[in-house]
């Protein structure tokens, strides 16, 4: 440890006695604070007050310490009104003179813009902090708003935005007029805060109405390129004010903008809006139907709009989301409801596709109906692939009646060798009882568990008893019922020593309501004996029910009370706990928690139970109510401090019993709460008498904030600071090793020199660690300490403090303070700080130009990075200056910025590596700058490929790069641009690497499919010149190191077979039609022959040929085969097939559109189902080559995921119709292999 010492200059004897340690330490401000009259705050402030009113009044200066006279001549500006004085102290970096400076409304209002102006406010800004500038703009927004100072707001936000940024100014932005506020969100200067919104909201409404209705802001598309755009999910929260205020505005916003998402809408706002937005709610039900809870929806209501809530397309109707929006229409009419609205909608029976019923559809359903359904899907699906024995609701079996399914389970479980099938089995047999409700069934299935399986494992009963709690409801019960169940319960309590909570908890309903409390008591027993084996009893029972689970824990303490005498939970006072049996204490132990947690599920009850109490209904439990479990509780926490959580309980719920149990620390109070705060105020003798115990807490919790506001607090109180600064001192004479929490509170409790006084002596001497020594860990956290408490320092420390350690080893703990400490000093001293740094090793100047870059004013900070990247050649420096003034232009993006930022990617050395692979599409540019960037950037790969990098990859990833940037914006690249990237880099294998032949291939689609084709003229002329010029005749040319490799051929195939998918999903997910696919196409053939690449050749043909409706698609292509066939002969008649399966399988698989619920529902045709149909048009063009292709597509289709099965059947019937072998023969193949193999001819 002398070590440790020593490295900071403290050896042996250079140590002094507590008491000239004393003498040494001064501490004048402390001590000017304590000889002010008064023992409290508020006592020495208000003598402050009289004094600086004696003062104005007659001139005189009273003796005060010096240390105090800037805080009086300040109270005495404020009530004269000097603004010299308020910005004398604002410029200050004292907190004390900042925070009172700011309680001089008048400088802030605009009552004297004469002198306090806009000039005035932008001279003061140079030499304020950071903090303060940014308090001063916010104090500013508050004042001016409530003096209705508009103008003066305005200019002042121009100023501080043309010197600072936009950023800094935008807090004032709520004081501004409706029209300025308006013009400044809606050019997208910056996204004002929820909180800002708000504001302007409570004073100008009718800005934001405008401002979120503005059509500007509604696609999606705009609003992910475009920077600071006013998302209005982002503001969701103020909608429900909206909808309070204006209903009708709320309405028309919400069916505006589809993108809002509300997850949460209260009861109140639910009632508003269909209260006074009903009629809107009937006309669009879609747009409202999943913000409003089905609890809220009316029987009335539902009604009426249920025929508006099923979609428009059959294909996407789901059952399930309709039962789940009928949740609270009345069971008995929900079938016929649905059934009638679906019919008059589709003009169809509900029940006609079998994909429309599910478990909760069937047991809706008339019992005849529901026995004919789950037969017809018995048929369909024989064994169902649900095997999870949870699953009873699609074992279409159990819907059958119990005559039939309960003897066929019996003889199944009679046959189940394994103990999951039998579990499967019984469950299934509780589960058809249920369906088909019949109480005698299940009655007599009861009692067959019961005298059949007795003697199973415990968790068949488990799994069987926990059906029946999830199943039934305590009035579907009847006593028998309950007899046999509670037997079932006993047997496994009896033989497993385990009981199922959720069985005991419907059992003890059913008892409860019969007034059975002789049951109600032995359930009681069960769940306590439970516990005494190891598991945890549960004692919030029936929680729905309030007067039932009191009536429970009424039993549950009579129970315990003669369980649980003294001696089962008492230590022996004559015994140490060492010499109990380990059993009998671990018992102990386990009663001690449990009645810990009984008492915790009793106050538990009472919060529930609250609004009952308070009616005088129930009446709360407390531990007095009960003297043994008083006494017990007491004893426990006397002994023991390992039930924190219940001690914290009673503190809160049983204050006086509490105090009782620890009158020690009753009156103590908790330093990490404001109740250290309240006590303070009203008993601060209390915290001088218990000096030593707030100042121990102090140190154990000195990170906690609530402790930070007590010690700043203490200052102006009597004694209290002396003795907690005269203690900390002593503890650091003592050598102490922890000096983190000493160091905090001296930081808080010292001002000024006093402090560097204190800490200089811990600064090392030397600059490095010497990591030989053991001691070199408890050094390094010294001093990590030291530095981590300056934080706290008011005023801060100079920042020169750091330089030294800014030399060495300690870089990185001086830069944990450095920007606490920059922000609270004023803007010269940084700005000569960051210089300095700016002047030191490479890895100190990088944090300098970031301190700049947090500090500086724009005009600052611009001439400092411009000055620096025309003579910095260092690397790593010149990456951070890059992204300096790139974030410098997408922050405050202006002509000035831009060309900075522009220049620097122009002037950009071989050497940037580094900056050349992180150049990017930001997404903050604006749109107004997009194309000037890409241009830049282009250019940029352009000049440093002619300068040759040493790294050939390096522009191959920059390029690569590029052009997948251009393809995410190329609806708005323009036509300049695309045909330059077309000329160069299609096709261009000496230009080439993969990723941009992709990246270009992709671009060039997304711009031709995108834009209209008259606007494109030109691109598909150049495109038409490429093919000619490279294509035509590179095609078959293989590259000189693979020998095999066609690079030309293999980009062409890549971009036609991409263009035709492209087209395809686009046309048939949207209402797309362009002529550009026939362009393709005559380019294609008018340079190359159709059997250059067939592959390709047939993938455009396919898409011209594409329909939104997979029949007519089939239909259509089948009268055109014979046209394909006289290209390539009867004989590639199979690799058209294969083709076309891939084909099918791209454009159908694909998620095509939404629904009118804005999902995807699972209930839509699967890619299997329009498979069949294009295989069914292929049929009826009535070409055997159609039907041999429709084979070759039926061989792809599997049958597991058709959703229309029976359709899938029927093309296969059709297909063994024909008298043709290769045909026949695809289809027996099919019969030969599984269901779900794939396609035979790959």
């Known amino acids: 440890m002398d070590y440790v010492w020593s490295i900071f200059g403290l050896s042996s004897s250079d140590m002094v006695s507590r008491d000239e340690m004393r003498e040494r330490l001064q501490m004048p401000y402390l001590k000017a604070l304590q000889a002010l009259p008064g023992n409290t705050r508020s006592e020495k402030q208000k003598w402050l007050m009289k004094l600086a009113n004696r003062q104005q009044d007659s001139g005189d200066v009273e003796q ?15 009530k004269q009104k000097r603004h010299e004085d308020i910005a004398s102290a604002l410029k200050a970096e004292d907190m004390v003179l900042i925070s009172k400076a700011f309680k001089a409304t008048w400088f802030f209002d605009g009552s004297h813009k004469d002198i306090i102006n806009v000039a005035y406010f932008s001279e003061l800004f140079r030499y304020v902090s950071m903090n303060t500038r940014v308090k001063i703009v916010k104090t500013l927004s508050y004042r001016l708003t409530d003096n209705d100072e508009t103008k003066f707001a305005v200019e002042l936000f121009e100023m501080i935005e043309s010197t600072f940024g936009v950023q800094q100014a935008s807090p004032l932005i709520v004081a501004c007029d409706k029209e300025f506020i308006f013009s400044t969100l809606t050019l997208g200067k910056f996204v004002p805060s929820c909180r800002i919104i708000m504001k302007i909201f409570n004073k100008h409404p009718d800005v934001i109405i405008r401002l979120l209705s503005n059509q500007h802001f509604k696609t999606d598309e705009y609003t992910n390129r475009c920077r600071n755009i006013i998302n209005i999910n982002t503001y969701k929260l103020l909608l429900p004010r909206i909808l309070k205020q204006q209903p009708a505005v709320f309405a028309e916003l919400y069916e505006t903008h589809d993108e809002i998402s509300l997850s949460y809408f209260s009861n109140t706002c639910i009632d508003v809006l269909l209260k006074k937005c009903k009629q809107q709610v009937i006309r669009n039900p879609l747009r409202y139907v999943d913000l409003i809870p089905p609890a809220k929806i009316s029987s009335e209501l539902m009604e009426r709009i249920i025929l508006d809530l099923l979609p428009s397309d059959i294909v996407i109707y789901n059952t399930q989301r309709m039962l789940h929006y009928m949740s609270h229409y009345p069971q008995e009419k929900k079938y016929e409801l649905l059934s009638k609205s679906y019919r008059n909608k589709y003009g169809i029976d509900l029940l006609c596709n079998n994909a429309n019923i599910t478990p909760d559809l069937m047991t809706l359903l008339p019992d005849v109906e529901r026995i ?14 649900y095997k999870n024995i949870y699953d009873c609701e699609y074992k279409w079996f159990c819907y059958l009646p119990t005559e039939e399914t309960i003897p066929s389970l019996k003889k199944k479980i009679s046959m189940a060798t394994q103990q999951t099938d039998r579990i499967c089995y019984i469950r299934q047999m509780i589960f058809s009882c249920k369906v088909n409700k019949d109480s005698n069934a299940l009655l007599s299935t009861l009692k067959y568990f019961l005298q059949r399986h007795k003697n199973e494992q415990v968790h068949v009963f488990q799994a069987i008893m926990n059906l029946i709690c999830s199943t039934y409801k305590i009035v579907e019960l009847n006593a028998e019922h309950a007899s046999v169940l509670y037997d079932i319960l006993n047997t496994v309590y009896v033989r ?98 449990t009645l810990c947690r009984f008492v915790l599920a009793m106050h538990d009850s009472n919060d529930r139970c609250k609004q009952l109490i308070l009616e005088k209904k129930l009446k709360p439990m407390m531990l007095d109510d009960y003297s043994w479990l008083k006494d017990a509780i007491s004893t426990i926490l006397r002994y023991k401090d390992d039930f924190g959580y219940i001690t914290r309980n009673l503190y809160e719920k049983e204050k006086e019993l509490y105090d009782s149990i620890f009158p020690r620390t009753s009156n103590k109070a908790n330093v990490k709460t404001n109740a250290v705060l309240s006590l303070l105020k009203r008993n601060p003798q209390s915290i001088l008498d218990e000096w030593e115990y707030y100042l121990t807490e102090c140190k154990n919790n000195c990170e906690d904030a609530n402790v930070h506001r007590f010690i700043k607090n203490i200052r102006w109180y009597k004694d209290i600071p002396i003795k907690f600064t005269e203690s900390c001192v002593d503890d650091l004479q003592r050598k102490n090793k922890d000096v983190k929490p000493l160091l905090v509170i001296l930081a808080f409790l010292l001002h000024g020199d006093p402090l560097i006084k204190v800490i200089d002596p811990f600064v090392p001497t030397t600059t490095t660690v010497d990591i030989k020594y053991l001691d070199a860990k408890d050094n390094y956290k010294v001093v990590k300490n030291l530095l981590w408490s300056v934080k706290f320092s008011n005023p801060p420390i100079p920042l020169d403090f750091l330089f030294k350690l800014c030399e060495g080893d300690y870089l990185q703990l001086a830069l944990m303070p450095m920007i606490n400490l920059s922000r609270r000093s004023s803007l010269p001293k940084v700005m000569a700080f960051a210089q300095k740094m700016a002047e030191m090793r490479v890895s100190v100047r990088k944090h300098g130009i970031r301190l700049v870059n947090i500090i500086a004013s724009k005009q600052e900070l611009n001439e400092f990075v411009k000055r620096m ?9 010149r990456e951070v200056l890059f992204d300096t003034i ?9 002509e000035t910025t831009w060309s900075m930022f522009s220049t620097t990617m122009l002037t950009l050395l071989p050497s940037d590596e580094g900056i050349v692979t992180q150049v990017k599409l ?46 995410l914006i190329h609806d708005i690249v323009p036509e300049k641009l695309a045909t330059r990237i077309l000329q160069e880099f299609l096709f261009n294998e000496y230009r080439m690497s993969i990723g941009i032949a992709n990246a270009v291939s992709d671009f060039t689609i997304q711009y031709l499919l995108t834009n209209d084709v008259n606007k494109i003229a030109k691109c598909i002329k150049v495109l038409g010149d490429v093919f000619t010029d490279r294509v035509a005749t590179n095609w078959k040319e293989t590259w000189s190191e693979r020998l095999y490799f066609y690079p030309t051929g293999k980009m062409m195939y890549y971009f036609l077979k991409n263009f035709a998918i492209e087209y395809g999903k686009k046309t048939y997910s949207t209402s797309y039609s362009s002529p550009i696919i026939d362009h393709v196409l005559a380019i294609y053939t008018s340079t190359l022959s159709p059997t250059t690449n067939a592959n390709a050749y047939l993938l455009l043909y396919y898409a011209k040929m594409l329909e ?17 066939i006289a290209i390539f002969s009867p004989q590639f008649l199979p690799f058209m097939g294969t083709v076309l399966v891939f084909f099918v399988r791209e454009i159908f698989s694909a998620k095509s559109k939404k629904n009118d619920y804005g999902k995807s529902f699972s209930n839509e045709d699967s890619s299997e189902d329009k498979k069949v149909n294009v295989a069914m048009g292929l049929i009826e063009a009535d070409n055997m080559d159609c039907w041999f292709m429709a084979a070759i597509l039926t061989s792809s289709i599997r049958q597991d995921s058709c959703k229309n099965v029976s359709q899938y059947f029927t093309l296969t019937d059709k297909l063994q119709q024909a008298d043709n072998p290769a045909i026949t023969s695809i289809l027996n193949a099919l019969r030969c292999q599984s269901i779900l193999s794939s396609n035979i001819f790959f």
Request: net charge negative; glycine share 2%; with cysteine.
């Open 1108 to 1124: 939104k409706d997979p029949r007519n698609f089939g239909l259509k292509l089948g009268q055109h085969v014979p046209e394909l």
């Open 496 to 593: 497993h020593g385990f009981t199922s909570e959720a069985t005991v908890e419907i059992l003890l309903h059913f008892y409860l309501v019969h007034d059975m409390m002789d049951k109600v008591t032995r359930l009681i027993d069960m769940l306590l004996d439970i516990n005494n084996g190891g598991y945890s009893a549960k004692f919030d029972l029936l929680n729905e029910h309030p007067q039932y689970e009191r009536m429970c824990l009424e039993v549950y303490v009579k129970q315990m009370q003669e369980r649980y005498p003294p001696s089962s939970w008492q230590r022996d006072e004559e015994e140490e706990p060492r010499m109990e049996e380990k059993e009998d204490a671990k018992r102990k132990e386990q009663v001690r928690m």
């Open 886 to 894: 790139r974030d410098f232009f997408l922050k405050e993006p202006s």
């Open 64 to 78: 005060l310490p010096a240390e105090l006279q800037p805080l009086l001549q300040l109270e005495i500006a404020i």
């Open 869 to 877: 990247w025309s003579s910095e050649t260092n690397c790593s420096i």
């Open 922 to 967: 930001y997404p903050d540019i604006p749109e107004s700058y997009m194309i000037r960037y890409l241009e830049v950037w282009l250019s940029m790969i352009t000049t440093l490929e002619e300068k040759e990098l040493e790294e050939r990859t390096v522009i191959i990833t920059c390029m690569n790069r590029y052009l997948e940037s251009l393809k």
């Open 372 to 385: 004919k359904q789950a037969r017809i899907l018995l048929r369909i699906w024989p064994d169902h692939h």
